[in-house]
């Protein structure tokens, strides 16, 4: 069975920096599209960076502070968040479509709390 395990969430002080992590358990094959999206309380789920083919995209949000890669060879995927403001608290999600039929999958979700 497919995992998506998450880790690296936690409180922070605004300007300050986390990394989270994403690793699969359970695939054979490598992912094609590895993201991170996030939802605020009483907001809708947004993507805040993906990568394919090893380029990344990233939300209007977020450009220049966050840095999102992958590890192919590990199913592997990071968010690098510096600069952190008030409105990145969120619980973030990790997100891969793996196999010749692009099954998605989601991590469980880590929570980020940017407060001083």
């Known amino acids: 069975q497919v995992q998506l395990v998450e880790s690296g969430g936690g409180l922070v002080q605004p300007g300050g920096s986390l990394k989270l992590s994403c690793a699969n358990s359970?695939?054979?094959?490598?992912?094609?599209?590895m993201a991170w999206y996030r939802q605020a309380p009483g907001k809708q789920r947004e993507l805040v960076a993906d990568?394919?083919?090893?380029?990344?995209n990233y939300a209007d949000s977020v450009k220049g502070r966050f840095t999102i890669s992958g590890d192919n060879a590990k199913n592997t995927v990071y968010l690098q968040m510096n600069s952190l403001k008030r409105e990145d608290a969120a619980v973030y999600y990790c997100?891969?479509?793996?196999?010749?039929?692009?099954?998605?999958?989601w991590g469980q979700g880590t929570q980020v709390t940017v407060s001083s």
């Open positions: 997100y891969m479509e793996m196999g010749p039929w692009r099954h998605k999958y």
């Open positions: 359970g695939s054979i094959f490598r992912a094609s599209v």
């Open positions: 990568i394919t083919s090893n380029s990344p």
